[in-house]
Antibody, heavy 121, light 109 residues
Framework: QVQLVESGGGVVQPGRSLRLSCATS????????MHWVRQAPGRGLEWVAV????????YYADSVKGRFSITRDNSKNTLNLQMNSLRVEDTAVYYC??????????????WGPGTTVTVSS | DIQMTQSPSSLSASVGDRVTITCQAS??????LNWYQQKPGKAPKLLIY???NLETGVPSRFSGSGSGTDFTFTISSLQPEDFATYHC???????????FGQGTKLEIK
């Protein structure tokens, strides 16, 4: 079955960097766009970024544009999120999620359990 | 950017009740609307895609309708495992953008 597992979360000071990873299995990773979505404590869901199936196109929420970078390694079935210049307001559970449409962008159908990022001095 | 207004923000109901949640988009989004269920400490789960299509394996008591700006999510007969938070989500795909509603917490009366 499809599985996604995030890693790399932790506690970091404002202004520092953190790199999240998502290991995937059970589907043809190289055929699907992949997303990062976050949820601040007690808050709703916020889409962060999406990368196309081949890594050639990347799109970001305005709140993270210029600070976060989404990448993928199709040889390792892995998705990454490089987070730079972190702010207190980036504190959240970060989920990786698979797009439900091959070669397109139609929203998320399978999600990982999430990894927690806390930005605090 | 498109804004999604989801209501109510919370709802108390009993097992067996019929429950309806609405989501309104700030402009026409055709049927580009998904519904998710989220239980405490867990990841969201896709229930309905493209406004009215039931995801594989999801019980038929869940349904969705609407197009354009106004959408409805219904649980026909609440079961104990349905008490959770429900989120609507709109998507654009040119370029890709995604906005979630504020969520509806469904609690036991």
């Amino acid at each position: 079955q499809v599985q996604l597992v995030e890693s790399g979360g932790g506690v970091v000071q404002p202004g520092r960097s953190l790199r999240l990873s998502c290991a995937t299995s059970g589907f043809t990773f190289s055929s699907y766009g992949m997303h990062w979505v976050r949820q601040a404590p007690g808050r709703g869901l916020e889409w962060v970024a999406v990368i196309s199936y081949d890594g050639s196109n990347k799109y970001y929420a305005d709140s993270v544009k210029g600070r976060f970078s989404i990448t993928r390694d199709n040889s390792k079935n892995t998705l990454n999120l490089q987070m730079n210049s972190l702010r207190v307001e980036d504190t959240a559970v970060y989920y990786c999620a698979k797009d439900r449409w091959t070669y397109g962008y139609h929203g998320m159908d399978v999600w990982g359990p999430g990894t927690t990022v806390t930005v605090s001095s | 950017d498109i804004q999604m207004t989801q209501s109510p923000s919370s709802l108390s109901a009993s097992v067996g009740d019929r429950v309806t949640i609405t989501c309104q988009a700030s402009r026409d989004i055709r049927n580009y609307l998904n519904w998710y269920q989220q239980k405490p400490g867990k990841a969201p789960k896709l229930l309905i895609y493209d406004a009215s299509n039931l995801e594989t394996g999801v019980p038929s008591r869940f349904s969705g309708s609407g197009s354009g700006t106004d959408f409805t999510f219904t649980i026909s007969s609440l079961q104990p495992e349905d008490f959770a938070t429900y989120h609507c989500q709109q998507y654009d795909n040119l370029p890709p953008r995604y906005t979630f509603g504020q969520g509806t917490k469904l609690e036991i009366k």
